[in-house]
């Protein structure tokens, strides 16, 4: 073993033959430096981890160690984030990116970003403008609020509110909504990181509103109501309406604050879901001020939306926190983008994709599965077993939790290889598919998955089979 780790070869060999390939031209030395000594190094633990009488183990010669680094820097030019095919029926899929974007939304972001914009200029007056003051006249339009301002995500939306009104004072919420959302969003560490004193009243299933009226004191900032999101308290269960809570707030001149999670514009009820007020309902009620995200129901970039009460909004602007939280241009064009669809009114509904997956007759996904059947049983690939059967689709993104959404599934079998496997290599391919594994089949869930990105899942599937199995 000494003598095989005494013939690796020497850095300063491997970088000459490199340095011979033309390899400096393409990755900065010490970038090269530092590959050649990790392949080095990886060799030498394989050599000392190897057994005593194992022969399959020898020396790499100079030319393919230099292949080794050269295959590690190209590793490097390859792209990290990239787009992926979500067979999963998890239609605002957190891991996956939340909301697609619309065709405008993308064009927006090309046509701001790829020069100068007027992102803090106000071109009326030529002197200095505000950046979220591109998308505070639409916001409330469409909403009916006063004000508006838009940040980072929501979960800096709920930061910067509570820092704002109840720094060192008592934030009132209720036990049963003290959530969390996953991603490391709880709303007990949220309040603390913000300087807000949490004052949790009730239980876990019941609230009264005389435990928000007892707990109402001179240190009481805020009461805050928060969406449960992604779940539900079901049986012997109280919980205070809004209504309440602003008149709660308004007999004693403590603002109350909705954080909604999802945020809504449009009536889902209409489309057969359980009732959810929408984010112009919420305002009705009175309440001071509400956040939400950008990326869940509302369809558009990750962003923190705060609409409510100008006088709170404007306390909220001036918060010097707001500008470690703020939003960038590439989101505030598509942002605005976004926004722009709901002006088309019950054609929203169709202009932004997460709309459409969730709304779409079942008979269209049907429609669409059956398209990709066709198109796969074309590609002869040997022996799979492909099959057409009925599921259920989630909402994912903490909306709509208990809501499942009934959907056309294509089950694909192979006999040389295990459901898991095959959704390994979906995963590795070209452009990934990330499919949905049960009973070892591989599910495509047609409702996620668009035309256009058939070809991505035949493709896949051919160059999994292409390779020796
Ligand atoms: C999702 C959610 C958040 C966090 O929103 P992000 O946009 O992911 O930061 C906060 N509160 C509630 C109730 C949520 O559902």
Redesign the pocket.
Known sequence: MKELLKNLPKIDEIMLVLKKRGILKKAPRDVVLSACRSVVGDTRELILSAKKDDTNIHVPSLDEVADAVIGRIENLRRYSLRRVVNATGVILH?NLG?APLGKEALERILEVSCGYSNLEFDLEKGKRGLRYDHVQRILCELSGAEDALVV???????LLVLNTLALGKEAIVSRGEL?E?G?E?R?PE?MEKSGAILREIGTTNRTHLSDYEDAVNNNTGLILK?????FRIVGFTEEIGLPALVEIGKNADIPVMN????GCFVELDRYGFEREPTVQEVLKTGVDVV??????LLGGP???IILGNRDILQKIKKNPLNRALRIDKLTLAALEATMKQYLNGEDAVSGIRILRAITEPLADVEKRAKKLLTILKKSHIEGLVLVLKEGTSMTG???LPTQEIPTMLLSIKSPCMSAGRLGERLRHCEVPVVVRIAEDEVLIDSRTVDEEEFAFIEEGLQQVFAEDV
């Open positions: 957190t939340r980072n995500n929501n979960a800096a939306a709920v959530i959302i991603g969003f709303i949220v928060v969406h449960t999101s992604n954080d909604l999670g999802s956040t939400f995200s950008g990326d869940k990750q962003a923190g993104g903490g909306a």
